[in-house]
């Protein structure tokens, strides 16, 4: 069974970098046709999809974010990173990692990362 288990600082300044991690278990980020995604949902909003990096490295990104995201892996750990730069207090949200054979087949259970100074 594949987990996803999401990791990083819970509080972070406005203007700062936010940085999170998945470690994904059961299965290997590399496996063919799988794909790794960010979503966040913002308090009273709905889910939003951030970008995603697939099985080759190849990324995806999100029109609205992608001048401030950079998505990232490290196969030897099993790991796919966010980083989301400049980030304001609507960047306050639960941050899922997700993933699966072309669709979100798992989700981790959701981090809280709230903006604040």
């Known amino acids: 069974q594949v987990q996803l288990q999401e990791s990083g600082p819970g509080l972070v300044k406005p203007s700062q970098t936010l940085s999170l991690t998945c470690t994904v278990s059961?299965?290997?980020?590399?496996?063919?046709?799988?794909?790794w995604s960010w979503i966040r949902q913002a308090p009273g909003k709905g889910l939003e999809w951030m970008g995603a990096i697939a099985y080759s490295g190849s990324l995806y990104d999100s029109p609205s974010l992608k001048s401030r995201t950079s998505i990232s892996r490290d196969t030897a750990k099993n790991q796919f990173t966010l980083q989301l730069s400049s980030v304001t207090p609507e960047d306050t949200a639960v941050y899922y990692c997700?993933?699966?054979?072309?669709?979100?087949?798992?989700w981790g259970k959701g981090t809280l990362v709230t903006v604040s100074s």
């Open positions: 997700g993933g699966g054979h072309y669709d979100m087949d798992y």
């Open positions: 059961g299965g290997s980020i590399t496996t063919n046709y799988y794909y």
